[in-house]
């Protein structure tokens, strides 16, 4: 077990290099001796993270029976099991197992999550030991080691840097930073932000270009990925809304059947019934009672759904995650890799006297580039200069594999590559017409990068003498370009490039004017400069480039929303649902993502500016306040893990139902508390993915709109057979308690209401699981959190229904007995109704609104086989002797017959007009729309 690490300061991005040293006892230049690291080992042990302790199996497994529906069908079990009906009890008993085996591998997701945090700590690392570089395991490091790192490592602990060069890190993972952050050495505030401190370097991190070292400051649960793996520990895992709905349900349904029970039992007493009789009569309202099949259409429902959300490229990792996606009201994406491509691109290129703009995204070679008429840009002289510039002050490269493109190297440097591309030049043989020869690598001290090439006539190229080389004599002079910041090259230059390729005076202002515009919409803007030095130059340094430039012109580039992104925003706008940002990259780049989103939605004022509020903002916000600021911001930016946790939690206290999106380590333990977590298949980190309720294995936001959708389908059917089956217990219960209250015999017996509870719920209600999705499903709002499974419009259908099934039931009894049928002809009548009038409802039931007759009939193949089989199966149980023998039925004649398909017909017709009713009243009080 991994013991607390000493801590002199938890700022260590405070503390100079030399200070850290000395904190931590260690040696820069030749690091820790073999005694002292294996001594610190020893007493804190690896650097890996601590196990978490939890239930066992056992427990787990025991805890699944501790809910109401499960109560309900155990005692549903008991009695049928009492009743000796093995196979009925055998049903039941195994819809309880089932069950209870997905609520525990549910249960296991947290463990799951913790495993993968585990498993990204296990990577080498570079460490300076007794003053000699050994490759170790990231778990045998210890604090004051001193780690060598190079393009290609993954950061194997939390480090101090202390010394290093043009030393860059991608932190996507760990901060939702898009670009590579640039790193440094000198001591920060103490009150910098995570994201902000250029100093440290971070477990999981990659280094992408440069070299450095640092001393280890934290490993295993110490660390900021350590913290995180505490954070999911932590991490609530609510009921879905569905397992809530049912509970609450379930224990309505429970109080119901045990006060009834108890009700029978003692109006029974009280007529002198004998204690057996009471107990027939008490269990056969119980059985008539409880939905027995609920559980196991519910559990069939949600995996049908889960098929369907697999061919839109959306794996769910939890049954009850697929309803929990129609409810949603609140998604919280991430930005970087899922609004977003995640790969920048270069949207306008400016020069003297025109700015252009580039059409497509990513590192795919293919778009154009656009002049401010609209038409496709010429290749200029300073057009041509400052994409050249582009490729050549480059050290990156872009390659295809698998159909995609991808960029070896810095993202920023891709991107120029691209940009040039689309404008017509070959990479390839520009670097050939001005060949390098020397570099001043960027620095976080000059801001810029420079290079120096030869000068190369085309006609000369591949004139290498034979032997690929080409000498210094062949080159026709010497050309210098940068890349940088803007000021700084700015700084340096003192003539500009003209349209028309002639030189003119500088004018810094006019680029300063041109930088604020093009930053103002989020773009990270580059400029670029040429000098020409003299022919036998061989190398550059920072004097060579310190004046005397040629301003060439502006890249800006971004991370660029994804368009299917912007498309499914417009979706759940359309259908209630509110999209906000909540990312560690910053703010005004998330501002101008969120802008060209469109996160506010359709009906808000375009001309108000996008709220924001950054980590900093909101760690001096309190809880209450929170609450109603989060409902009124879209864009959250630069915020912890801690944060985008404390903002789910505040969504989900005002009631909202919330799903998550990300592909990050930062992203995990929000994920987890969210009531539905949606993780990146492709880009997201098995962190993610393992905290996460679903997967998206295309990483397309578009396909959390199609998920939201087959979700709202799973929650219609549901509806849809609850509002169907339980009718059938009301009028069966409402047979049993009129039969007692008026000392009859009963109409049904308690096998025979097992019999059509189990029959129908399979044969028929179960047909409507796999209903197709009704137009106009995504332009509906969403259920608010708090509503109940059923409404008040559908729970005075169910009991129109049920009292339906009671008249038309317990009259056909009293007809046929009254006619001179025996009781077990009468009985066969009761069922008769029960189970016709079902199968009539059940057309009504193909949509909670529309009429019947506008469902077509080819669009649900399975009903009509579930119809036929009910038919087979109940003149099996009418006329075949053995069936007769088992549940004390009897063959009907034709007289019979027919008031009891007149009956059925009368059901299915009245709860159409109920329906027309119902759908007058819904025109008349449309919606409101809100912001």
């Known amino acids: ?82 009743l000796q009906e093995w196979v009925d009890s055998g049903v039941i008993f195994g819809v309880v197992v089932l069950n209870a085996l997905v609520g525990y591998l549910q249960e296991a997701k947290a463990i799951k999550a913790l495993e993968a945090l585990t498993r990204i700590m296990t990577t080498e690392a570079t460490v300076l030991r007794d003053g000699n570089r050994v490759r170790l395991s990231a778990a045998d490091l210890v604090l004051g080691d001193v780690v060598v790192l190079q393009a290609g490592d993954k950061i194997p602990a939390d480090l101090r840097l202390t010394s290093l060069r043009d030393l860059h890190l991608d932190e996507s993972t760990l901060t939702g930073e898009s670009l590579p952050v640039e790193k440094a050495t000198t001591d920060l505030d103490a009150d910098t932000p995570l994201a902000d401190r250029t100093n440290m370097a971070y477990a999981s991190t990659l280094v992408t270009s440069g070299q450095g070292a640092g001393v280890v400051i934290a490993t295993g649960d110490s660390t900021e990925v350590g913290r995180i793996s505490s954070l999911i520990a932590q991490a609530e895992k609510l009921q879905t809304p569905l ?194 020869l020397d570099t001043v690598p960027f620095e976080s001290e000059h801001q810029y990068m420079a290079t120096l090439h030869g000068v190369r006539e085309v006609d000369e190229v591949g004139d290498d003498g034979g032997d690929g080389k080409v000498g210094g004599d062949d080159w026709n002079g010497r050309v210098a370009y940068v890349k940088g910041a803007v000021e700084k090259v700015a700084a340096r230059c003192s003539l500009e490039l003209a349209g028309d390729g002639s030189l003119v005076p500088f004018e810094a202002e006019r680029i300063e004017s041109l930088v604020a515009e093009l930053a103002s919409g989020g773009l990270r803007v580059l400029a670029f400069a040429q000098k020409d030095l003299p022919d036998r130059t061989q190398e550059i340094t920072h004097e060579h480039v310190e004046d005397d430039l040629v301003f060439l012109g502006l890249q800006g580039m971004i991370d660029p929303p994804r368009q299917e992104a912007l498309e499914a925003i417009r979706a759940c706008h359309a259908a209630g649902i509110k999209v906000k940002m909540i990312t560690g990259d910053h703010v005004s780049t998330a501002v101008a993502i969120g802008e060209q989103l ?277 003149l099996l149980y009418i006329y075949l002797p053995g069936m007769n023998t088992l549940f004390g039925s009897a063959p009907v004649d034709a007289g019979l017959w027919i008031w009891v398909i007149g009956v059925s017909v009368a059901i299915h017709v009245i709860v159409e007009a109920e329906k027309a009713i119902r759908r007058r009243q819904a025109r008349n009080h449309p919606p409101a729309v809100e912001c």
């Open 1 to 82: 077990m991994q013991q607390s690490q000493p801590r002199p300061s938890t700022e260590w991005h405070r503390l100079t290099a030399d200070e850290t040293r000395r904190q931590l006892d260690t040696n820069l230049d030749r690091g820790l001796s073999a005694a002292t690291a294996h001594a610190r080992l020893a007493e804190y042990g690896p650097n890996t993270f601590t196990p978490q302790k939890g239930s066992g199996p056992l427990k787990r497994v025991l805890a699944q029976f501790n809910q109401p529906l499960i109560i309900i069908l155990i005692v549903a079990g008991v009695v049928t099991a009492a």
């Open 243 to 436: 397992t809530r709905k049912i509970t609450q349900f379930s224990r309505m349904v429970l109080f119901v059947i045990l006060s009834l029970a108890v009700l029978t039992a003692v109006v029974g007493v009280l007529r002198g019934n004998t204690l057996v009789d009471v107990f027939l009569v008490a269990v056969a309202l119980a059985v008539g009672a409880i939905p027995e099949g609920l559980p196991a259409v519910v559990t069939i429902t949600l995996a049908i759904g889960v098929s369907r959300m697999a061919q839109r490229r959306a794996i769910i990792r939890a049954l009850p995650a697929v309803e929990t996606l129609g409810g949603t009201t609140v998604i919280c994406s991430d930005k970087t890799g899922t609004l977003t491509e995640n790969q920048m691109t270069v949207q306008r290129i400016a020069t003297m006297h025109e700015v252009y703009t580039l059409t497509g995204t990513g590192y795919a070679p293919q778009g154009a580039v656009i002049d401010s008429a609209g038409a496709e840009a010429n290749l200029g002289p300073d057009l041509t200069a400052v994409l050249r510039a582009g490729v050549l002050c480059n050290d990156s490269s872009l390659y295809l594999e698998e159909g995609h493109w991808y960029v070896n190297g810095d993202p920023t440097e891709g991107a120029l590559l691209v940009s040039a591309a689309k404008a017509g030049l070959n990479c390839e043989e520009v670097e050939r017409h001005f060949p390098r």
């Open 598 to 874: 469109n996160l506010r939605g359709p009906n808000c004022s375009e001309d108000e500016e996008l709220a924001a509020i950054t980590g900093t903002q909101l760690a001096d916000i309190s809880d209450a306040d929170l609450t109603q600021a989060v409902e009124d911001t879209y864009v959250f930016a630069r915020v912890t893990p801690e944060q985008k946790l404390r903002l789910v939690n505040a969504l989900q206290d005002q009631g909202h139902v919330v799903a998550m999106t990300g592909d990050g380590v930062n992203d995990a333990p929000a994920l987890r508390q969210a009531d539905i977590g949606v993780a990146m298949g492709i880009t997201g980190t098995d962190v993610a993915k393992e905290a996460a309720d679903m997967v998206l294995t295309d990483d397309n936001f578009a396909s959390i709109e199609a998920a939201v959708e087959e979700g709202r389908g799973v929650f219609d059917n549901l509806s849809k057979f609850i509002v169907w089956t339980l009718p059938t217990n009301l009028g069966e219960a409402l047979v049993v308690l009129i039969a007692v209250f008026s000392g009859a015999l009963l109409p049904i017996l308690p096998v025979q209401i097992l019999w059509v509870n189990m029959t129908t719920s399979v044969l028929l209600g179960l047909m409507l699981a796999f209903e197709p999705k009704e137009a106009g499903i995504m332009e509906r709002p969403p259920r608010p959190p708090g509503a109940p499974i059923l409404d008040s419009v559908l729970i005075g259908r169910l009991v129109l229904v049920g009292i339906l099934l009671l008249s038309g039931a317990y009259g056909l009894f009293e007809l046929a007995v009254r006619t001179g049928h025996s009781l077990e002809v009468a009985r066969t009548v009761t069922v008769n109704v029960f189970v016709f009038g079902e199968m009539f409802y059940l057309f009504n039931s193909r949509s909670l609104m529309l009429p019947s007759w506008k469902m077509s009939l080819r669009t649900n193949p399975a009903l009509f086989g579930g119809v036929a089989l009910m038919v087979a199966l109940q």
